[in-house]
Every structure is written in structure tokens, then in C-alpha cells.
């Protein structure tokens, strides 16, 4: 089927807000999702990782230290005791009393409000795990507005077996010495590389591309770099600053 991720020539650039409007809002919460829907975002990207008793929450780093008042592994910690964390405080005092949201949540608050999800299952997951993420998607009637991105190729294998109806790209910081060929192998709707690699080597754009195959740049807040991956044909542009992305791409 044709990849509905391509972007048609003269259209704008797809903005996807990188961890919700994280430069205005306590990242990978509803706030910061809120922010970049109101900032006129196209997705939210966030990640996933599972608590101790299995419930997919959206967190991006291994522990709660840095962005709740708790501490210690998510792995570790019960879903009672992530949902009784700050997860706003450390932003700003305005924000005191965001959650970390479920992935339940997220999607249920993208579903009635408007939305779609780039999501990126952080870090190593078994199958079971992938599993759950996909019954929520599922639960939730969200999976053609979501989709799905990992540094993990097991994570997107898992993924292509449970439910080859969502679309997936492989998160990159150096690029691979053949992106189509393992496009190909994965199964990937888009290649997800960082910025520096992809502008070091450009032409992989016009590969992918001709192999049907979109690209989504991470994460690139500064006009100029926005310009030299515009005019590279890149797909979607991950940022922090999604009301900045969305303003230049509607003046251009
Ligand atoms: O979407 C790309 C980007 O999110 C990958 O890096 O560390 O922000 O998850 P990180
Ligand atoms: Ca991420």
C-alpha cells in the first residue's frame, strides 16, 4: 500500500512535538500534550515503558528521578505508587500536580480531544510487554492514529507480529551503511534519524524516498536546521518546539 507518511511536494513538513510541547510544558504529560495540540501540532511523540505490575506508562527515562519528586526505576515501581508522583513541580511551580500518565490515558485524552501518537517504546521490552502496549492501542480503537518508533529492532519485530496494521520506524543515531535495506527487513514505514547523521549524509533521503519509505528527523529546535532538513524533502520533524515549527512552516 502507499506510505500515507510521504510528504507531497509543496506540502509542509509534519511537525511531531517531541515528548508533548516539552520546552513549555513538564514533558510526557497531558499538559505538554495539550500544549502541542494548541501549538497546532500534526503528533505528540512520548515513551512508553512499562511499571512493576505491567502497566505501560509514559515516562522516557529508566527512573522517576529527574522529572517526578520520586525516585528509583519505573521497572520497580507499582502503578499506585507512579501515579502518586509530582510530575510537574520540577518544570515549575505552575505545574505542580501533573501525573504521569498510562498510555490508557494518554490515548483516551488524544482520542476525545484530537491527536496522534508517535510512540516510542523506550528501552528493551520482552514480547509480552510489546503484548500490552498493543491490547491498550487496541482498547483504546487508536491504532490509525498511532504510530510506533524504537531504537529497539526487537521491540518493532514484536510489534510486526502482534499487529502488522500499525506503521513503524526504526529510531537511528548514526546511520545504518544500507537504511533501505533494513527498512526493507523491518518492515518500516519511516527511518528515524538524528538530525547530525542525516545532514552528514543527505542523499539517504532521496533513497529512502524512492523505496517508499518516509523520514522523521530528531529533534531539531533551531530555525536554520529546520530549513536544511526542509529542503532535504524530509518527512516530519521531531521538536521541542512545536508552536515555533508550525508558525515557519505556515510562512513559508
Ligand atoms: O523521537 C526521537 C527522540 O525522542 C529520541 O530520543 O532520548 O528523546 O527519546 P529521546
Ligand atoms: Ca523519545
Do not use: C
Request: glycine share 8%; charged share 20%; hydrophobic share 45%.
Amino acid at each position: 500500500p502507499a506510505n500515507g507518511y510521504l510528504r507531497p511536494a509543496g506540502s509542509p513538513v509534519t511537525v511531531i512535538a517531541h515528548r508533548g510541547a516539552s520546552s513549555a510544558a513538564p514533558e510526557n504529560t497531558l499538559v505538554a500534550q495539550e500544549a502541542a495540540r494548541r501549538a497546532g501540532a500534526d503528533f505528540i511523540e512520548n515513551d512508553v515503558q512499562p511499571s512493576k505490575d505491567g502497566v505501560p506508562f509514559i515516562l522516557h527515562d529508566g527512573t522517576v528521578d529527574r522529572t517526578t519528586d520520586g525516585t528509583g526505576a519505573i521497572r520497580n515501581l507499582t502503578s499506585a505508587q507512579l501515579k502518586a508522583l509530582d510530575a510537574g513541580s520540577w518544570f515549575s511551580p505552575h505545574h505542580t500536580g501533573a501525573r504521569i500518565p498510562t498510555l490508557a490515558e494518554q490515548l483516551a485524552d488524544l482520542r476525545t480531544r484530537g491527536g496522534n501518537l508517535l510512540l516510542e517504546i523506550k528501552g528493551a521490552h520482552t514480547r509480552d510487554e510489546v503484548a500490552k502496549i498493543v491490547q491498550v492501542i487496541r482498547e483504546q480503537d487508536m491504532t490509525k492514529r498511532v504510530f510506533i518508533q524504537s531504537f529497539e529492532v526487537n521491540a518493532l519485530k514484536y510489534t510486526y507480529e502482534l499487529a502488522p496494521e500499525l506503521p513503524l520506524g526504526l529510531l537511528r543515531s548514526t546511520l545504518d551503511a544500507d537504511p533501505v535495506a533494513i527498512a526493507k527487513d523491518l518492515h518500516l514505514t519511516a527511518y528515524n534519524p538524528g538530525n547530525g547523521a542525516l545532514l552528514a549524509r543527505p542523499g539517504v533521503v532521496a533513497d529512502l524516498h524512492e523505496a517508499g519509505v518516509a523520514v522523521m528527523a530528531w529533534t531539531v529546535n533551531s530555525a536554520a536546521t529546520w530549513k536544511a532538513l526542509d529542503a532535504l524533502g524530509v518527512d516530519a520533524i521531531i521538536t521541542d518546539r512545536p508552536a515555533e515549527l508550525a508558525g515557519w512552516n505556515d510562512a513559508i
